[in-house]
């Protein structure tokens, strides 16, 4: 019985991993046909129909993108608002997470519209015209104010300052420290974990932002990558075209729009691959005991 039990589990282990690959496989594989193809040679691309491994590994796109300075300005313009923005949402939060623990005055009422925004969103007329009217148009905190706090992170951060043992609090009170000191110096500290879980969904929202950028912003000084990136997948304008709106197209021996726009999407994805291994361990523990009291 043990016998034919452990052929069977092996037989579905192995049919798990197998379809999972596959699954896996089918995943990877724009991501690996845009990296093809953000090295493909102008020549190879325009020839063949479809490029699964080009012939010659070239640079051209690559090379393009960082000779434009929109692109680059287009950049830290993004690190600055994912930046600022990451900061400013995880202060807030944790912030107004760590006052609803504390009993305060009107707690359920505030709980109430915390839930009630997270099930029942304003829409994009009535925030354009908040934002119109408190005068953040065309300006870096239209993208950072109006999302500073999502609502389910809010809940979760909540629940995990619930679970920080409360004597460590009251002897914090005893000794004479108030509540500033105490969500500073105690609360904050351990919840390293759930900070940088969700600092990292901040993060990778205010990276990939797009259609507030387009709503909000009008200067295309201050356009994020991801608007750029609009401009050459969906629009398939030439890089130095953006900068004065109504220019020519570029030269002659310029790389074709689809291996800009390949090379361009590769690089506005790397910075995020590259922050997930730094934070993964926290990450799933600040999930873990964020989602779990006690």
Sequence with gaps: MNKHK???????????????TIVGLVMLFPFYYMIMISFTSYT??????FVLFPTDFVLDAYQYIFKSKVFIRSLGVTAYVT????????????????????GILGQRFYMFLVLF?????????????????????????ALIIPGAINSFN????????????????EAAVIDGANDLQIFSRI???????????????????NWNMYFTALI????????????????????SQKLDSLSDGQQAALAQNAPPPETIGMA???????????????????????????????
């Design 264 to 294: 361009a999407i590769l690089i506005a994805t790397i910075p995020i691959l590259l922050i997930y291994p730094f934070l993964q361990k926290h990450f799933a523990k600040g999930v873990m005991l964020g989602s779990v009291k006690g």
């Design 6 to 20: 452990s052929v069977s589990e092996k037989i579905g282990n192995g049919l798990n991993i197998t379809i999972l």
């Design 117 to 141: 925004t997270f099930v029942f969103g304003a829409g994009i007329i009535p925030t354009y015209m908040v934002v119109k009217a408190t005068h953040l148009l065309d300006s870096y905190w």
């Design 44 to 49: 190879e691309y325009v020839t063949k129909e």
């Design 187 to 205: 609360v904050l500290l351990l919840s390293k974990p759930a900070l940088a879980a969700f600092g990292l969904f901040y993060a990778v929202t």
């Design 216 to 235: 909000y912003i009008s200067d295309p000084s201050k356009w994020t990558v991801q608007v750029i990136l609009r401009q050459i997948v969906i629009l």
């Design 83 to 102: 930046i600022a923005g990451t900061l400013f949402s995880l202060l807030i939060t944790s912030m107004m997470a760590y006052a609803l623990t504390r």
């Design 154 to 169: 809010l809940i979760v951060l909540r629940q995990f300052f619930l679970s920080i043992p409360q004597e460590l609090t």
